[in-house]
């Protein structure tokens, strides 16, 4: 829709036989409607497995509340508990003595500047890395659109140096540089 918006042109539908192109529009497909109807009761056999809500609106069933939470996130939370300088800003935060910076999610979890604090759990901090830095949709990206993409979601004290010395130490990354 953002793309068509850039777009001034005026759409006309033209019926049946005054169309002399055949498009998708002017098509009836009931074999396809009729097998979507036997999908949707094979589906809600499978999101009843997952225990996802499921409501009946209008014309048939609608997944209406989908809520996943990434479990080296639910482990960074746990881990804030065991760490010294988290523990002493929770305190803060509850006394108000801290600034705006920081704060306390629902889960217990701080975060400062509203991402999520990495406690000084050198384990959780290199499985962070790898996972960000080995992911499918990334495949080695350098220093720079590594600390980009972390910083959206993730702080610790040094991120940006111990992204440079992760990227640093990666054999792939060494072997593969591009010649300017």
């Known amino acids: 829709m953002e793309t068509l918006e850039d ?8 019926p049946g036989k005054a169309n002399v192109v055949v498009d998708a ?14 999908r949707e ?5 499978v999101i009843e497995d997952f225990e996802l809500c499921l409501g009946l609106e209008g014309h048939g069933p609608c997944l209406y509340s989908i809520s996943t939470r ?21 305190a ?19 975060r400062f500047k509203g991402r999520l604090c990495v406690p000084k759990d050198v384990k ?3 499985e962070l890395l790898a ?18 993409d972390l910083k959206r979601q993730f702080w610790w004290s040094g991120m940006k140096r111990d992204i440079a010395q992760f990227v640093a130490n990666c054999q792939i990354c060494q072997q593969v540089k591009a010649e300017h």
């Open 7 to 14: 777009y001034d042109f005026a759409l006309h539908y033209h």
């Open 124 to 126: 959780l901090r290199n």
């Open 25 to 38: 529009l002017s098509r009836k497909s009931f074999g396809q409607l009729s097998s979507l109807e036997l």
């Open 70 to 90: 990434p479990m080296v996130i639910q482990r960074i939370v746990e881990a804030q508990v065991h760490d010294e300088f988290l523990e002493k800003v929770k």
């Open 92 to 110: 803060q935060l509850v006394a108000g003595e801290i600034d705006e910076n920081w704060s306390m999610y629902e889960d217990g979890s701080v």
């Open 41 to 45: 009761f094979e589906m809600h056999a």
């Open 131 to 148: 996972d960000a830095h080995r992911a499918k949709s990334t495949i080695h990206p350098g220093n720079t659109k590594m600390y980009q």
